[in-house]
């Protein structure tokens, strides 16, 4: 054999050897793009490589810039699955066509359907209500029902609130949307914005620790981050509330994942969706993040568990997506910042 063919012989052996090798690692690595914290997934992640030989590759950003990033690649994205918060950003993800829709009686089984798309295309794995929270020294909880109620008089100059940029808010106003109506919902929003103590907070734990310190008596926030500042400090002078007990149940929202419909390892991706939705990892969920398992056959960690049961609003969380422009549109009306 000639030098030259002999060196098109070897070339081509190599190439072959080194795309093997690429796909053996594509097949081997889920690629997860996430607007969830780094800290709260790998744990997840590990576990499962564990238990499976399958490996990650996590890219983070805010759920906006994931979704443009997915739109753009299209079918030449190398993502596997789409990892993120609130129902609204699950919805959307889904009316943008980026996800596929999974046939898988695990996952139908272990997610009630109010906590997944109608399409099946998204699944939340993670429950936080988003609740009422007083000073203990300053209110006595039987004052407090709803979220309605806080726009009452007695509230005034004494109620503190998240901004409404953010998502947990305009999911909340949207669900109220529904179950109010559009008139009710907005004469709320401008009773809680003429009550309000001080500006708005940039996040849930600055909120609550101002209704620590006294700044103002009540507020709205997620139950993870309470729990998250309970867990360190259990002196920490704040009680949590479940509003709408004796209406329409407290607001509850997810956090979730659906496989990418373009993904290269879509098998591989519904498994560890499916995993996800049963015992170990729902239990990594309740431990890591003081969340409540989205599956129902799951207990939550033993904080959560003493802060009592409440009844969840029944209304499907792609509601809040589909509201969500008409929501963003009544708070600004309101004059809620």
């Known amino acids: 054999m000639k030098p030259i063919q002999l060196f098109i012989v070897l070339m081509a052996v190599f190439s072959s050897a080194l795309f093997s090798c690429s796909t053996k690692d594509q097949d081997d690595t889920l690629v997860v793009y996430s607007a969830r914290n780094e800290q709260l997934l790998t744990p997840i ?32 994205t190398q993502a596997d699955i789409l990892f ?26 272990a997610i009630p359907a109010q906590y997944r798309s ?6 939340g794995f993670s429950l936080r209500a988003r609740t ?16 309605a109620n806080l726009s009452d008089a007695r509230w005034n100059d004494v109620l503190c609130l998240r901004t409404s940029k953010k998502v947990y808010n305009q999911s909340l106003v949207a669900t109220m949307i529904a179950n109010l109506g559009e008139e009710e919902a907005q004469t709320t929003v401008k009773g809680w914005v003429d009550n309000l103590a001080t500006t708005v907070f940039s996040n849930d734990t600055k909120m609550l620790n101002a209704i620590n310190s006294g700044i103002c008596e009540v507020g709205i926030a997620n139950t993870y981050y309470y729990g ?72 939550a960690s033993a904080e959560v568990q003493a802060w009592g049961d409440f009844i969840a609003d029944e209304l499907s969380i792609e509601k809040a997506g589909q509201l969500q422009t008409k929501s963003v549109m009544l708070m600004d009306n309101a004059g809620y910042q």
Do not use: C, M
């Open 228 to 299: 998250r500042i309970v867990k360190k400090d259990p002196e920490f002078n704040v009680g949590i509330f479940f509003a709408n007990q004796k209406t329409s149940g407290t607001h509850v929202n997810v956090s979730g994942a659906g496989v990418i419909k373009h993904s290269k390892n879509p098998k591989a991706a519904q498994e560890f969706l499916e995993w996800l939705s049963q015992g170990d990892a729902q239990k990594l969920f309740a431990e890591l993040n003081q969340e409540y398992p989205a599956n129902p056959s799951i207990a």
């Open 118 to 123: 109608s399409k099946n295309d998204w699944f």
């Open 45 to 76: 992640f590990a576990a499962y490589t564990e238990k499976t030989g399958k490996k990650f590759e996590l890219i983070t950003d805010k759920p906006s810039p994931l979704l443009e990033r997915l739109k753009s690649e299209g079918s030449a």
């Open 132 to 147: 009422i929270f007083y000073n203990k020294d300053l209110v006595d909880p039987s004052e407090l029902s709803t979220y």
């Open 84 to 109: 993120t918060v609130d129902g609204g950003n699950l919805w959307h993800a889904s009316e943008s066509g980026i996800l596929k829709e999974l046939d898988s009686d695990v996952l139908e089984a």
